[in-house]
């Protein structure tokens, strides 16, 4: 299957700092990543859509303010952490497509905030 | 609305057994895709298979195989001779027409011992 990098793998960080996490398609170009979040022992949960030079489209219950994505091209997206609490502390995972019915992982990453 | 349930929150079985993992899907769309993933304690995504909705075929790969059935909205996984590597979480998940994004199951996890 395709390469997906997703990095970094683990990023502690203080409360009121912000983190960037990056996701990129090594092998193919990705009009579409996505971005999900997992709480320990469930499942995940789908945050946000972007496609390549557009806005994301979030999820409902989602705050576009506090997780910034940008999709500046094919081949990387980025989700920005603002100002991060304690409670954003999660394992984020993001996928890419390369068309509808393809969905290719990152390795994931887990943000702690202290 | 699309839904997918994986009634099996967890499975203890010791090495060598057989162990098979439920899937049930819901979804409007005639065209559509199943998929399974393994998560292993180090969180990444590993896709095990895609299956389309015209495709009832079962399929296997080597100790693994998908038993897809339409007329009751199923996409079970088997896994024979089970090993303390197969230690993990599955997840079952549908893209259904020309939705693009994952609809994920909660998950099954699978303990095998030794």
């Known amino acids: 299957g395709a390469v997906v990098s997703q990095h970094p793998s683990r990023v502690i960080c203080k409360s009121g700092t912000s983190v960037k996490i990056e996701c990129r398609s090594l092998?193919?170009?990705?009009?579409?990543m996505f971005w999900y979040r997992q709480f320990p022992k469930q499942s995940l949960m789908l945050m946000a859509t972007?496609?390549?030079?557009?806005?994301?489209?979030?999820e409902q219950g989602v705050e576009k303010d506090k997780f910034l994505i940008n999709h500046a091209s094919l081949t990387l997206s980025t989700l920005t952490v603002t100002s991060a609490h304690p409670e954003d502390s999660s394992f984020y995972i993001c996928?890419?497509?390369?068309?509808?019915?393809?969905?290719?992982f990152g390795q994931g990453t887990r943000l702690t905030v202290v | 609305a699309q839904k997918v349930t994986q009634a099996q929150t967890e499975i203890s079985v010791v090495e060598k057994e057989d162990v098979t993992l439920d899937c049930v899907y819901e979804?409007?769309?005639?065209?559509?895709?199943l998929f399974w993933y393994k998560q292993p304690p180090s969180g990444e995504l590993v896709f095990l298979i895609r299956r389309n909705s015209f495709d009832e075929q079962n399929e296997i790969s080597g100790r693994y195989s998908w038993n897809f059935q339409k007329s009751t909205s199923s996409f079970n996984f088997t896994i024979t001779a089970s090993q303390v590597v197969d230690s993990a979480v599955y997840f079952c998940a549908l893209i259904g027409g020309t939705a693009s994004k994952l609809t994920f199951g909660t998950g099954t996890r699978l303990q095998v011992t030794l």
């Open positions: 996928s890419a497509s390369g068309h509808l019915t393809e969905a290719f």
């Open positions: 972007s496609n390549e030079g557009s806005k994301a489209t979030y």
């Open positions: 092998d193919f170009q990705a009009t579409t």
């Open positions: 979804t409007r769309d005639t065209t559509y895709y």
